[in-house]
């Protein structure tokens, strides 16, 4: 995959979620952007505009759901596709009520990181 100049924003509040998914998707060829939060998530996300967001359910302040929702009723951000990941075991119905593009089950390995997130962008939203 070519993911040179490509930006992803990662919402988690987990620290080591965060380093590792940086790594990997810094090794893939993205420049990423961490939040440990999503206060004034369609600041955060406006100021980025990047090609996809991987989005953490259990995020303060509001939680996933809410934030996806927001972002998803945002007209000038709509379109930028979420993958919601989570360790919850309802993650596939998280990610619809949150209204994400796709979704990502915690723990994952590297692998269906990278390929979730290449589907992703090959959609061509």
């Known amino acids: 995959m070519n993911a040179i100049l490509k930006q992803i924003v990662i919402f988690d509040d987990d620290p080591d979620i965060l380093s590792i998914c940086s790594y990997i998707l810094e090794e893939m060829g993205f420049i990423v952007h961490c939040f440990i939060d999503c206060i004034d998530i369609e600041v955060k996300v406006?100021?980025?505009?990047?090609?996809?967001?991987?989005?953490?359910?259990?995020i303060p302040d509001e939680g996933g759901i809410k934030a996806t929702q927001r972002l998803k009723k945002n007209e000038?951000?709509?379109?930028?596709?979420?993958?919601?990941?989570?360790?919850?075991?309802?993650?596939?119905?998280l990610s619809k009520q949150a209204g994400a593009d796709n979704y990502l089950a915690k723990p994952f390995n590297l692998e269906d990181l990278q390929a979730i997130i290449e589907h992703t962008l090959n959609i061509g939203y």
């Open 46 to 58: 406006a100021a980025i505009l990047p090609d996809v967001i991987l989005m953490d359910n259990w």
């Open 76 to 93: 000038s951000l709509k379109k930028i596709p979420v993958i919601y990941f989570s360790a919850n075991s309802d993650i596939q119905q």
